[in-house]
Structures are given as structure tokens and as C-alpha cells.
């Protein structure tokens, strides 16, 4: 399948050597260590807490919530969470996590990419995230990606970015 068509699937595609798909409920114990190893390296400590028990549960049933994963050679290396809020006429980002070989690879940017794709494929015309003050490299990724300051809002930043006006 070329990755062109696998990218408008929502959810498949093969960009130098990662996997890009949905993320199903067996991914769940992986993205939970993904996410712990996000939080340890914004806050530079290992005493962190996860997600609470049953909290990735929503993006499996059959609403529009998702998470996009990257794999390479069959291995979890990145997920990208997306909330649907239609009413609201945005989704949220709501966490990004790379492990840390894999930074730097442009892994960040493409499930950016799929959740544009899939905000654009519902014809949901923004989107918004969260970044921490202190994780200055993501607040860097998402500026290039388009995304602009929108509010501070003390320890972190609202971002904003409108795909149709």
C-alpha cells in the first residue's frame, strides 16, 4: 500500500522504517510506560505518576477518541492521543510521547500529521493542545508544525491551530 493512500486510512503507513496505525486496546500497557517515560523527562525525576487506572479505556470504545501509535520492528516507540470535542468544533492533543532513541526522526511530526488528517476527514476545523513551559523541544515541534501560542496559562501553554477557516 503506498504511504500516501495508508495516511488517508487513518491510521496505517511505513515512514522509514516506523509503523504508523491506531492503537488498540493491547497496546494499553506500553502507552502507560510511554507516557511515564514522557513525564520523567519533562520533569527530570523518576517519581511520577501514570494514568489512572481505566483512563485509556475511552479511547477504545466506539467513540471518536484514538490514540495513533508508532512501532518499529513490531515495537511500541510513540503514541499521540486525540479527544474529539465537535460540539466545541476542536480536537484536543492530549499526549505525545516519544521514547527517547527515536526523537528526533520526524515520528512526533507525522502522528501530528494523522491527527490533522483525521480532525480534517471530520470536518473539525481546529485543533488545541497543552505543552509544559519546560519541555521547550516539544514546544518547538509544535510550531513547526503550525501551531501557535493561544494562552499561558502558567506551567504550560494552550496552542492552537486552525485547519479551514
Same mark, same amino acid.
Given at each position: 500500500?503506498?504511504a500516501g493512500k495508508a495516511q488517508k486510512?487513518?491510521?496505517?503507513?511505513?515512514?522509514?522504517?516506523?509503523?504508523?496505525?491506531?492503537?488498540?486496546?493491547?497496546?494499553?500497557?506500553?502507552?502507560?510506560?510511554?507516557?511515564?517515560?514522557?513525564?520523567?523527562?519533562?520533569?527530570?525525576?523518576?517519581?511520577?505518576?501514570?494514568?489512572?487506572?481505566?483512563?485509556?479505556?475511552?479511547?477504545?470504545?466506539?467513540?471518536?477518541?484514538? #490514540?495513533?501509535?508508532?512501532? +518499529?520492528?513490531? @515495537?511500541?516507540?510513540?503514541?499521540?492521543?486525540? /479527544?474529539? *470535542? =465537535?460540539?466545541? $468544533? &476542536?480536537?484536543?492533543?492530549?499526549?505525545?510521547?516519544v521514547t527517547a532513541e527515536c526523537r528526533?526522526?520526524?515520528?512526533?511530526?507525522?502522528?501530528?500529521?494523522?491527527?490533522?488528517?483525521?480532525?480534517?476527514?471530520?470536518? #473539525?476545523?481546529?485543533?488545541? +493542545?497543552?505543552? @509544559?513551559?519546560?519541555?521547550?523541544?516539544?514546544? /518547538?515541534? *509544535? =510550531?513547526?508544525? $503550525? &501551531?501557535?501560542?493561544?494562552?499561558?496559562?502558567?506551567?504550560?501553554?494552550?496552542?492552537?491551530?486552525?485547519?479551514?477557516?
Amino acid at each position: 500500500m503506498a504511504a500516501g493512500k495508508a495516511q488517508k486510512l487513518h491510521g496505517e503507513g511505513c515512514v522509514m522504517g516506523f509503523v504508523y496505525r491506531k492503537a488498540t486496546i493491547s497496546d494499553s500497557e506500553r502507552i502507560a510506560g510511554l507516557f511515564e517515560e514522557m513525564l520523567r523527562t519533562i520533569y527530570h525525576t523518576q517519581d511520577v505518576e501514570g494514568y489512572e487506572n481505566g483512563y485509556l479505556d475511552k479511547f477504545f470504545s466506539a467513540g471518536d477518541d484514538l #490514540i495513533y501509535v508508532a512501532e +518499529l520492528e513490531k @515495537e511500541l516507540v510513540a503514541f499521540l492521543s486525540v /479527544e474529539v *470535542y =465537535r460540539e466545541e $468544533g &476542536y480536537i484536543y492533543l492530549d499526549d505525545l510521547s516519544v521514547t527517547a532513541e527515536c526523537r528526533n526522526q520526524g515520528i512526533g511530526t507525522k502522528l501530528i500529521s494523522l491527527a490533522e488528517d483525521y480532525a480534517e476527514s471530520t470536518g #473539525i476545523p481546529a485543533i488545541v +493542545l497543552h505543552v @509544559e513551559k519546560a519541555n521547550k523541544r516539544a514546544h /518547538e515541534l *509544535y =510550531r513547526k508544525c $503550525g &501551531y501557535s501560542d493561544y494562552e499561558d496559562q502558567g506551567k504550560r501553554i494552550m496552542m492552537v491551530k486552525e485547519l479551514r477557516k
